[in-house]
C-alpha cells in the first residue's frame, strides 16, 4: 500500500515551515518542482497507528489565482496530483485574512483540515476561538495547534487520517457573488460542461471563476486547450466587466474578493471568534517595531545586526576552519609520501586536496554564517530589514519587493545569485522586475564567500569582520546604483506601490535552525563534491598539459648535471640539494607557464597588469565563469603545481601571504573585482530565461565585467600612487 499524501499549505509566516519541520524532522529530501526552480520539500511522517505519509511542504501563498510562480506552483499541485489530504495552516491571531485561502479551497474542493496555528499568541492577543464551531460552519475539520512545540499535531494528524480513509466525495463550496456575477458564472459553467472544456482538470464553476479573476495561467490553458470556447467565456468576462464597471465603478475581481470576505465574516460573527479587549490594542510586535523599524533608530540597528552576524561568523568558525586546514594538510602529506610521482598523484594532490580543500575549508564559516541568518529570518527580522529598505529602494527606482530578491542573493551573505533572480517573478513592472534581475548578482552570494574570506583572512586579519560589513555595504551600493542608472536609461518609468505583511516576532526553534543550517550547508558541500570536483580537475588538466616542450626538458637536465658536477664534496650535500630543488620548482613553473591554460593567464597579462592580476589570477578568474568557488580552487591547484616540496604543506593562505607579487593592495583589488564581475554561468541561464532574451544575459556579462574591471583598476592604480603596495 502507497503512503498517503499529505499537502500543507497556507499563508507566507503562518507556520507552515515550522510545522513541516516538528511533523518530519530530518526525514526530509529538498529538489524543485518540475519545470521551475522554486523548491520542493517532501518528508516522512508515520502516524501513531503505523501508516505511512508522505507530507509535502507547498510554497506560502496568500490566493489561487495565479500572480506569482509560488502561487501557480501551489495550484496546479492541489489539482494535478491531488493530495489525499491538504492541512491548511491558518495564523490564529489573524484568521479573517488567513481564511481567504481556506475559502479558496473549499470552492476547489479540496479534502482539508484547517490548522489553527500559533493558538497561543491569539490567547495573548485577548482573542478566542471556537474550533467546534468554526468546525460546523465550515464542513471541515478544525484543529488547534501550537507548531512551534508540537502542542495539538498528533490530534491534528489523527484527524487528517481519518478524512483520508473515509475518501468520501468532497462537495465544492458554493458562494453567491452577487447577482451579474452569478448569472455570468452560470453561464460560463454551462458552456464549459457542454464543450467539456478542460473538465479533465477543473471544476466548471471553479474554471469560470478563474476566468472572471483573470487569472493569466488560466487564459493561457484555455487558448491552447480551445480557442473557440476561450473566445466565447472571454466575451462573457468583457461583459459582465463592462457592465459592473458603468453600475458600480468596480471589476469583476474586486466583486468575488469582497463576497469571499463577507461570507468568512459572516462565519466567524457566529460566535466562533470573540475578543477580552479592544482588538486594536498594541501587541508585543508592535511595540518591538515601534524600536526596530524606526526612520532614524531601525536602518542604525540593522546596520548593528549585520555587523555582529559578521563578528560572530568569524571569531567562532575561526577555529573548525583551522582544523579542517590541517586535516587536509596531513592528508596531502600523507598522500605525497604514500604515491609514486606521476599524473595521478599531482592529479589528487594539486586537483583534488589542494584544489577542493580551499572550498571544503570553509564549510564551517558557511555553516556559522547560515546559522545566523537562519535565526534573522526564523525569527520575523528579515522582513523587517525588507520593510525598511523599501524607502531606500524607491530612491533608486527599484519597487520594495526587490528587496527580498537582494536578500536571498545575498544581501546579508551567504545567498544565491539564481533563486534572487526567481525572486523578480513576483514584480508586476517588467522594468523593475528587469533592474532587480540584472543587479541581483552584485551581492556577496556564498559562491563568492569563500574567496571573500580567503583574501580578508590572509591580507586584512585583524579587521576581516568589519571589512566583510563594508563589503556588503558596498554591493548594496553598487547594485542600487546600476538599478538607478538602468532605471534612467534603458529601463525608464514609474515606480509601482509596496505593501508587504510584517510577520509576528518569533523565537526560533532550535530544531528549525539545525534544518535550515543544514540544508544550506549541504547544498554548498554537495556543490564542492559535484561541479567544484569536476571543474578543479578540469583546470588541473589545463594546467598540466601539454607539459614542456622537448627542448626545455633538456635545458633544465642540462643545468641539473652542471650543479652536480660542480659539487663534489660531501659536505656540501645540503648546498647541492637546495641548488636541485631550485631547479625543480624553475621547472615546475616554466612548465606550468607552457600549459594550455598558463597561455590563457599570460595572454591576459597584457591587459590584467593595470588591476594587478597575475596570471594564475587570470585562470582562476575564467574558472570563476563557471562558479566563483572555482577561484579558490584554481589558485590552490596553480600555487601547488608551482611548487614541488612534498614537505612544503603551507596552507592557501600562507602561501599568497609570502608571495612577492601579492599585497594588501592586489588583495583589494581582486576582492572588489571577484564582487562585481559576470554572475556564474547558470545565473546568466537563469537572467537569460527570465528576460526572455538572452541580449540582457550577455549583457550582464558585459557591463558586469567592464564595471568590475575599471573599479579594480582604480582601487590598485590608486593604492599604488599612495604607496600602499608595500
Same mark, same amino acid.
Given at each position: 500500500?502507497?503512503?498517503?499524501?499529505?499537502?500543507?499549505?497556507?499563508n507566507?509566516?503562518?507556520?507552515k515551515?515550522?510545522l513541516f519541520n516538528?511533523?518530519?524532522g530530518?526525514?526530509?529530501?529538498v529538489?524543485?518542482y518540475?519545470?521551475?526552480?522554486?523548491?520542493?520539500?517532501a518528508?516522512?511522517?508515520?502516524? &501513531?497507528?503505523?501508516?505511512?505519509?508522505?507530507?509535502?511542504?507547498?510554497?506560502?501563498?496568500?490566493?489561487?489565482t495565479?500572480?506569482?510562480?509560488?502561487? #501557480?506552483?501551489?495550484?496546479d499541485?492541489?489539482?494535478?496530483?491531488?493530495?489525499d489530504?491538504v492541512?491548511?495552516?491558518?495564523?490564529?491571531?489573524?484568521?479573517? =485574512?488567513?481564511?481567504?485561502?481556506?475559502?479558496?479551497f473549499?470552492?476547489?474542493?479540496?479534502?482539508?483540515?484547517?490548522?489553527?496555528?500559533?493558538?497561543?499568541?491569539?490567547?495573548?492577543?485577548?482573542?478566542?476561538?471556537?474550533?467546534?464551531?468554526?468546525s460546523?460552519?465550515?464542513?471541515?475539520?478544525?484543529?488547534?495547534?501550537?507548531a512551534?512545540?508540537?502542542?495539538g499535531?498528533?490530534?491534528?494528524?489523527?484527524?487528517?487520517?481519518?478524512?483520508a480513509?473515509?475518501?468520501?466525495?468532497w462537495?465544492?463550496?458554493y458562494?453567491?457573488?452577487?447577482?451579474?456575477?452569478?448569472?455570468?458564472?452560470?453561464?460560463?459553467?454551462?458552456?464549459i460542461?457542454?464543450?467539456?472544456?478542460?473538465?479533465?482538470?477543473y471544476?466548471?464553476?471553479?474554471?469560470?471563476l478563474?476566468? /472572471?479573476?483573470?487569472d493569466?495561467?488560466?487564459?493561457?490553458?484555455?487558448r491552447?486547450?480551445?480557442?473557440?470556447?476561450?473566445?466565447?467565456?472571454?466575451?462573457?468576462?468583457?461583459k459582465?466587466?463592462?457592465?459592473l464597471l458603468?453600475?458600480?465603478?468596480?471589476?469583476?475581481?474586486?466583486?468575488?474578493?469582497?463576497?469571499?470576505?463577507?461570507y468568512?465574516?459572516?462565519v466567524?460573527?457566529q460566535e466562533?471568534?470573540?475578543?477580552?479587549?479592544?482588538?486594536?490594542?498594541?501587541?508585543?510586535?508592535?511595540?518591538?517595531?515601534k524600536?526596530?523599524?524606526?526612520?532614524?533608530?531601525g536602518?542604525?540597528?540593522?546596520?548593528a545586526?549585520l555587523?555582529?552576524l559578521y563578528?560572530f561568523?568569524?571569531t567562532?568558525?575561526?577555529?573548525?576552519?583551522?582544523?579542517f586546514?590541517?586535516?587536509?594538510?596531513?592528508?596531502?602529506?600523507?598522500?605525497?609520501t604514500?604515491?609514486?610521482?606521476?599524473h595521478l598523484?599531482s592529479?589528487?594532490i594539486?586537483?583534488?586536496?589542494?584544489g577542493?580543500?580551499?572550498v /571544503?575549508?570553509?564549510v564551517?564559516?558557511i555553516m556559522?554564517?547560515?546559522?545566523?541568518?537562519a535565526i534573522?529570518?526564523d525569527?520575523?527580522?528579515l522582513?523587517?530589514?525588507?520593510?525598511?529598505?523599501?524607502?531606500v529602494?524607491?530612491?533608486?527606482g527599484?519597487?520594495?519587493s526587490?528587496?527580498?530578491?537582494y536578500?536571498?542573493?545575498?544581501?546579508?551573505?551567504?545567498?544565491?545569485?539564481?533563486p534572487?533572480?526567481?525572486?523578480?517573478?513576483t514584480l508586476r513592472?517588467?522594468?523593475?522586475?528587469l533592474?532587480t534581475?540584472?543587479?541581483?548578482?552584485f551581492?556577496?552570494?556564498?559562491?563568492?564567500?569563500p574567496?571573500?574570506?580567503?583574501?580578508?583572512?590572509?591580507?586584512?586579519?585583524?579587521?576581516?569582520?568589519q571589512?566583510?560589513?563594508?563589503?556588503?555595504?558596498?554591493a548594496?551600493?553598487?547594485?542600487l546604483?546600476?538599478?538607478?542608472i538602468?532605471?534612467?536609461?534603458?529601463?525608464?518609468?514609474?515606480?509601482?506601490?509596496?505593501?508587504m505583511?510584517?510577520?509576528?516576532y518569533?523565537?526560533?526553534?532550535?530544531?528549525?535552525?539545525?534544518?535550515?543550517?543544514?540544508?544550506?550547508?549541504?547544498?554548498?558541500?554537495?556543490?564542492?563534491?559535484?561541479?567544484i570536483?569536476?571543474?578543479?580537475?578540469?583546470?588541473?588538466?589545463?594546467?598540466?598539459?601539454?607539459?614542456?616542450?622537448?627542448?626545455?626538458?633538456?635545458?633544465?637536465?642540462?643545468q =641539473?648535471?652542471e650543479?652536480?658536477?660542480?659539487?663534489?664534496?660531501?659536505?656540501?650535500?645540503?648546498h647541492?640539494k637546495?641548488?636541485?630543488a631550485?631547479?625543480?620548482?624553475?621547472q615546475?613553473?616554466?612548465?606550468?607557464r607552457?600549459?594550455?591554460?598558463?597561455?590563457?593567464g599570460?595572454?591576459?597579462e597584457?591587459?590584467?597588469?593595470?588591476?594587478?592580476?597575475d596570471?594564475?589570477?587570470?585562470?582562476a578568474?575564467?574558472?570563476?565563469?563557471? &562558479?566563483?568557488? #572555482?577561484? #579558490?580552487?584554481?589558485?590552490?591547484?596553480a600555487?601547488?603545481?608551482?611548487?614541488?616540496?612534498p614537505?612544503?604543506?603551507?596552507?592557501?593562505s600562507?602561501?599568497?601571504?609570502?608571495?612577492?607579487?601579492?599585497?594588501?593592495?592586489v588583495a583589494?583589488a581582486?576582492?572588489?573585482?571577484?564582487?562585481?564581475?559576470?554572475?556564474?554561468?547558470?545565473?546568466? #541561464?537563469?537572467?537569460?530565461k527570465?528576460?526572455?532574451s538572452?541580449?540582457?544575459?550577455?549583457?550582464s556579462?558585459c557591463?558586469?565585467?567592464?564595471?568590475?574591471?575599471?573599479l579594480?583598476?582604480?582601487v590598485?592604480?590608486?593604492?599604488?600612487l599612495?604607496?600602499?603596495?608595500?
Open positions: 500500500m502507497s503512503p498517503l499524501t499529505i499537502a500543507l499549505a497556507g507566507p509566516n503562518a507556520g515551515t515550522t516538528t511533523l518530519t530530518a526525514r526530509q529530501h529538489g524543485n518540475p519545470g521551475v526552480t522554486v523548491e520542493k520539500k518528508g516522512a511522517y508515520t502516524f &501513531a497507528t503505523g501508516e505511512e505519509a508522505t507530507i509535502i511542504d507547498l510554497p506560502g501563498t496568500y490566493s489561487l495565479a500572480y506569482s510562480v509560488e502561487e #501557480v506552483v501551489a495550484r499541485y492541489l489539482v494535478q496530483e491531488k493530495p489530504v492541512i491548511n495552516i491558518t495564523d490564529a491571531s489573524n484568521l479573517e =485574512r488567513n481564511l481567504y485561502l481556506s475559502t479558496q473549499l470552492e476547489l474542493g479540496v479534502p482539508m483540515v484547517i490548522a489553527l496555528n500559533m493558538i497561543d499568541v491569539a490567547q495573548d492577543r485577548g482573542i478566542s476561538l471556537d474550533a467546534q464551531r468554526l460546523g460552519l465550515l464542513k471541515v475539520p478544525v484543529i488547534p495547534i501550537i512551534r512545540s508540537g502542542k499535531t498528533p490530534e491534528l494528524m489523527a484527524a487528517a487520517l481519518d478524512l480513509q473515509k475518501n468520501a466525495p462537495d465544492p463550496l458562494i453567491s457573488y452577487g447577482e451579474d456575477v452569478d448569472l455570468a458564472l452560470q453561464a460560463m459553467a454551462q458552456r460542461n457542454t464543450a467539456g472544456f478542460m473538465t479533465n482538470s471544476a466548471p464553476r471553479w474554471l469560470a478563474k476566468y /472572471l479573476e483573470g493569466s495561467q488560466i487564459r493561457e490553458k484555455g491552447r486547450a480551445d480557442p473557440v470556447v476561450d473566445g466565447e467565456l472571454q466575451e462573457i468576462v468583457t459582465v466587466g463592462e457592465h458603468k453600475t458600480m465603478e468596480t471589476y469583476p475581481e474586486a466583486i468575488i474578493a469582497d463576497h469571499r470576505y463577507g468568512i465574516k459572516s466567524l460573527r466562533v471568534i470573540t475578543h477580552k479587549f479592544d482588538i486594536d490594542r498594541l501587541h508585543a510586535s508592535d511595540r518591538i517595531d524600536v526596530l523599524t524606526n526612520r532614524f533608530m536602518p542604525l540597528i540593522m546596520l545586526v555587523l555582529g563578528k561568523t568569524f567562532y568558525s575561526q577555529l573548525p576552519v583551522a582544523w586546514a590541517v586535516f587536509f594538510d596531513w592528508l596531502s602529506g600523507n598522500l605525497s604514500l604515491l609514486p610521482d606521476g598523484k592529479m589528487l594539486s586537483g583534488v586536496i589542494h577542493m580543500g580551499g /571544503l575549508g570553509f564551517p564559516l556559522f554564517m547560515f546559522f545566523g541568518i534573522l529570518e525569527s520575523g527580522y522582513a523587517r530589514v525588507a520593510f525598511m529598505m523599501d524607502r529602494f524607491r530612491i533608486f527599484l519597487h520594495g526587490s528587496v527580498m530578491a536578500i536571498v542573493s545575498g544581501g546579508i551573505a551567504g545567498g544565491c545569485a539564481v534572487g533572480v526567481m525572486a523578480a517573478r513592472s517588467p522594468r523593475e522586475r533592474a534581475l540584472l543587479t541581483v548578482s551581492m556577496n552570494c556564498g559562491a563568492k564567500l574567496v571573500l574570506a580567503l583574501l580578508t583572512a590572509t591580507f586584512f586579519s585583524r579587521s576581516q569582520a571589512l566583510m560589513f563594508l563589503l556588503t555595504l558596498l548594496w551600493g553598487v547594485a546604483t546600476a538599478a538607478k538602468l532605471r534612467l536609461t534603458v529601463l525608464r518609468g514609474e515606480s509601482t506601490p509596496f505593501v505583511e510584517l510577520p509576528p518569533r523565537f526560533p526553534t532550535f530544531q528549525g535552525l539545525l534544518i535550515h543550517t543544514w540544508e544550506r550547508t549541504w547544498q554548498y558541500i554537495k556543490k564542492a563534491g559535484t561541479t570536483l569536476a571543474i578543479s580537475i578540469l583546470i588541473w588538466a589545463m594546467m598540466t598539459f601539454p607539459g614542456l616542450p622537448h627542448s626545455e626538458e633538456e635545458n633544465f637536465a642540462r =641539473r648535471q650543479v652536480t658536477a660542480s659539487f663534489t664534496q660531501t659536505t656540501e650535500a645540503l647541492l637546495e641548488k636541485l631550485a631547479i625543480d620548482t624553475a615546475a613553473g616554466s612548465a606550468l607552457h600549459s594550455i591554460a598558463g597561455k590563457i599570460t595572454t591576459m597584457t591587459v590584467s597588469w593595470l588591476p594587478g592580476f596570471w594564475r589570477t587570470n585562470i578568474l575564467v574558472g570563476g565563469f563557471a &562558479a566563483k568557488e #572555482v577561484i #579558490v580552487t584554481t589558485l590552490g591547484t600555487y601547488s603545481l608551482g611548487d614541488t616540496d614537505k612544503n604543506n603551507a596552507s592557501l600562507e602561501t599568497l601571504a609570502k608571495d612577492p607579487h601579492w599585497n594588501p593592495v583589494l581582486l576582492i572588489v573585482f571577484v564582487m562585481f564581475y559576470a554572475p556564474c554561468f547558470v545565473t546568466v #541561464v537563469c537572467i537569460s527570465e528576460s526572455g538572452w541580449k540582457w544575459g550577455l549583457f556579462i557591463f558586469n565585467t567592464a564595471f568590475a574591471f575599471s579594480a583598476t582604480l590598485y592604480q590608486g593604492g599604488q599612495l604607496g600602499l603596495a608595500g
